[in-house]
Nanobody
């Protein structure tokens, strides 16, 4: 069974940057869509970004477009989320998730379509 571990979270001032990593192991399928989601206290989990297996297609939430960049290195079984120009409203637990797929180019923004989830990493942005 696939396992995902997030890292790279922390405390940063508004306007700063962080790079999150999502390392996977135990995958048994040939291709995976990987997504990043976030959940703040008292709020529902929301989509942040997703990337196709090939890395050629990406999706972003409107709230992070132009500030966050998702990328992947399949040789290292790792997906990254580069977060720039961070705002206090970006404060949340960030989780990565995998969806097994037969295609190399699809993505999905729907949390209920993902098969495996990490436990998350805390990102706190101070004003």
């Amino acid at each position: 069974q696939a396992q995902l571990v997030e890292s790279g979270g922390g405390l940063v001032q508004a306007g700063g940057s962080l790079r999150l990593s999502c390392a996977s192991s135990g995958r048994t399928f040939s291709s995976y869509i990987t997504g990043w989601f976030r959940q703040a206290p008292g709020k529902v989990r929301e989509f942040v970004a997703a990337i196709s297996w090939s890395g050629g297609n990406t999706d972003y939430a409107d709230s992070v477009k132009g500030r966050f960049t998702i990328s992947r290195d399949n040789a290292k079984n790792t997906v990254y989320l580069q977060m720039n120009s961070l705002k206090p409203e970006d404060t949340a637990v960030y989780l990565c998730a995998d969806k097994a797929t037969y295609t190399n180019y699809m993505t999905t923004t729907r949390a209920n379509e993902y098969d495996y989830w990490g436990r998350g990493t805390q990102v706190t942005v101070s004003s």
